[in-house]
Protein backbone atom coordinates (compact mmCIF):
# COMPACT_ATOMS: atom_id res chain seq x y z
CA UNK A 1 0.00 0.00 0.00
CA UNK A 2 1.41 3.16 -0.83
CA UNK A 3 1.58 5.61 1.49
CA UNK A 4 2.94 9.32 2.27
CA UNK A 5 4.19 10.45 5.53
CA UNK A 6 4.98 14.64 6.61
CA UNK A 7 7.35 15.21 9.12
CA UNK A 8 9.04 18.31 10.33
CA UNK A 9 6.42 20.62 11.41
CA UNK A 10 6.37 22.51 14.37
CA UNK A 11 6.36 26.29 16.17
CA UNK A 12 8.33 28.99 14.82
CA UNK A 13 8.86 32.52 15.35
CA UNK A 14 8.53 34.97 12.40
CA UNK A 15 11.39 35.11 10.08
CA UNK A 16 12.88 31.81 11.14
CA UNK A 17 13.33 28.49 8.96
CA UNK A 18 11.71 24.67 9.04
CA UNK A 19 12.20 21.95 6.74
CA UNK A 20 9.54 19.60 5.92
CA UNK A 21 10.23 15.73 5.05
CA UNK A 22 7.34 13.70 2.92
CA UNK A 23 8.67 9.92 3.17
CA UNK A 24 6.79 7.55 0.60
CA UNK A 25 6.71 3.91 1.28
CA UNK A 26 4.90 1.08 -0.31
CA UNK A 27 6.48 2.09 -3.65
CA UNK A 28 8.81 1.63 -6.51
CA UNK A 29 7.34 4.30 -8.59
CA UNK A 30 8.15 7.78 -6.44
CA UNK A 31 10.29 9.34 -8.90
CA UNK A 32 8.20 8.59 -11.90
CA UNK A 33 5.58 11.27 -10.70
CA UNK A 34 5.52 14.84 -9.65
CA UNK A 35 5.25 15.72 -6.13
CA UNK A 36 3.20 18.73 -4.75
CA UNK A 37 2.85 20.44 -1.41
CA UNK A 38 -0.03 21.80 -0.73
CA UNK A 39 -1.75 23.57 2.57
CA UNK A 40 -4.97 24.73 4.22
CA UNK A 41 -5.05 27.36 6.50
CA UNK A 42 -7.76 27.47 9.69
CA UNK A 43 -11.08 28.45 7.26
CA UNK A 44 -9.24 28.28 4.02
CA UNK A 45 -8.97 26.24 1.37
CA UNK A 46 -6.26 23.62 0.49
CA UNK A 47 -3.52 25.68 -1.81
CA UNK A 48 -1.27 24.66 -3.89
CA UNK A 49 2.49 25.49 -2.53
CA UNK A 50 5.22 24.00 -4.76
CA UNK A 51 5.52 21.28 -7.66
CA UNK A 52 8.53 19.11 -8.45
CA UNK A 53 8.71 17.16 -11.88
CA UNK A 54 9.89 14.82 -13.05
CA UNK A 55 12.64 15.83 -14.58
CA UNK A 56 13.64 18.62 -11.51
CA UNK A 57 12.01 21.79 -12.77
CA UNK A 58 9.56 23.19 -10.18
CA UNK A 59 7.26 25.39 -9.53
CA UNK A 60 5.94 27.87 -6.46
CA UNK A 61 2.74 29.75 -5.49
CA UNK A 62 3.63 33.87 -5.76
CA UNK A 63 3.12 34.09 -1.98
CA UNK A 64 6.22 31.35 -1.39
CA UNK A 65 8.64 32.37 -4.06
CA UNK A 66 12.32 33.32 -3.32
CA UNK A 67 11.02 32.17 0.19
CA UNK A 68 10.09 27.90 -0.17
CA UNK A 69 12.27 25.45 -2.05
CA UNK A 70 10.91 22.12 -3.26
CA UNK A 71 13.25 19.32 -3.37
CA UNK A 72 13.26 15.54 -3.69
CA UNK A 73 15.23 12.36 -3.06
CA UNK A 74 14.92 9.68 -5.57
CA UNK A 75 16.98 7.17 -4.31
CA UNK A 76 15.20 7.82 -0.34
CA UNK A 77 11.43 8.22 -1.83
CA UNK A 78 11.71 11.49 -0.11
CA UNK A 79 10.63 15.20 -1.23
CA UNK A 80 11.31 18.25 1.16
CA UNK A 81 10.12 21.35 1.72
CA UNK A 82 12.77 24.13 2.68
CA UNK A 83 10.68 27.05 3.88
CA UNK A 84 12.60 30.32 5.21
CA UNK A 85 11.71 33.38 6.32
CA UNK A 86 8.43 32.21 7.61
CA UNK A 87 5.35 34.66 8.17
CA UNK A 88 2.58 34.27 10.40
CA UNK A 89 0.28 33.71 7.00
CA UNK A 90 2.28 30.86 6.45
CA UNK A 91 0.79 29.23 9.49
CA UNK A 92 -1.36 26.05 7.81
CA UNK A 93 -1.31 22.41 7.61
CA UNK A 94 1.04 21.11 4.77
CA UNK A 95 0.58 18.20 2.90
CA UNK A 96 2.27 16.54 0.49
CA UNK A 97 0.46 14.99 -2.85
CA UNK A 98 1.34 12.92 -5.53
CA UNK A 99 -0.78 11.95 -9.05
CA UNK A 100 -0.03 8.83 -10.55
CA UNK A 101 -3.37 9.34 -13.12
CA UNK A 102 -6.53 8.56 -11.46
CA UNK A 103 -5.11 7.65 -8.36
CA UNK A 104 -4.23 10.90 -5.64
CA UNK A 105 -2.20 10.25 -2.80
CA UNK A 106 -2.07 12.06 0.30
CA UNK A 107 -0.37 12.44 3.71
CA UNK A 108 -1.52 12.94 6.89
CA UNK A 109 -0.35 16.82 7.30
CA UNK A 110 1.85 18.53 9.19
CA UNK A 111 1.26 21.55 10.97
CA UNK A 112 3.07 24.82 10.83
CA UNK A 113 2.46 27.57 13.33
CA UNK A 114 4.75 30.95 12.92
CA UNK A 115 3.89 33.14 15.61
CA UNK A 116 5.51 35.21 17.88
Known amino acids: QVQFVESGGGLVQPGESLRLSCAAS?????????LNWYRQAPGKQRELVAT???????NYADSVKGRFTISRDNVKDTAYLQMNTLKPEDTAVYYC?????????WGQGTLVTVSS
Open 52 to 58: IFVDGST
Open 26 to 34: GTISFNLYS
Open 97 to 105: NQRRGSLDY
